[in-house]
């Protein structure tokens, strides 16, 4: 059984600063690339950031320069460090983890097959 389970969104005011968590059991974390996306209120879920078993890392223009991709092997978790939010950023967060291992990271929805079930992220004005 996989199990992905992300946690530390909430309600934040613009220009502020939250770090999501995503915990991970069941699968061979430390090999295999993670990644974060986001949905905001009717819009189609996007990818925002991957990072991969050896620590290289992408990010979506919308967030590059403010959100920070990481993971802890040791204790399989995977962070997003997220500053100067926007009301844009508002959405639900979803963790993600590459269906194989060795897989490099990639924004393309299908390489993700272990999803968490998302936490949500209010940034107001």
């Known amino acids: 059984q996989v199990q992905v389970v992300e946690s530390g969104g909430g309600l934040v005011q613009a220009g502020g600063s939250l770090r999501l968590s995503c915990i991970v059991r069941?699968?061979?974390?430390?090999?295999?690339?993670m990644g974060w996306f986001r949905q905001a209120p009717g819009k189609e879920r996007e990818g925002i950031s991957c990072?991969?078993?050896?620590?290289?890392?992408w990010y979506a223009d919308s967030v590059k320069g403010r959100f920070t991709i990481s993971r802890d092997n040791a204790e399989s978790t995977l962070y997003l460090q997220m500053n100067s939010l926007k009301p844009v950023d508002t959405a639900m967060y979803y963790c993600?983890?590459?269906?194989?291992?060795?897989?490099?990271?990639?924004?393309?929805?299908?390489?993700?097959?272990?999803w968490g079930e998302g936490t949500q992220v209010t940034v107001s004005s």
């Open positions: 990072i991969d078993m050896s620590g290289g890392s």
């Open positions: 069941g699968l061979h974390f430390a090999g295999s690339s």
């Open positions: 993600a983890a590459a269906r194989y291992v060795g897989s490099y990271c990639s924004d393309k929805q299908s390489m993700y097959g272990a």
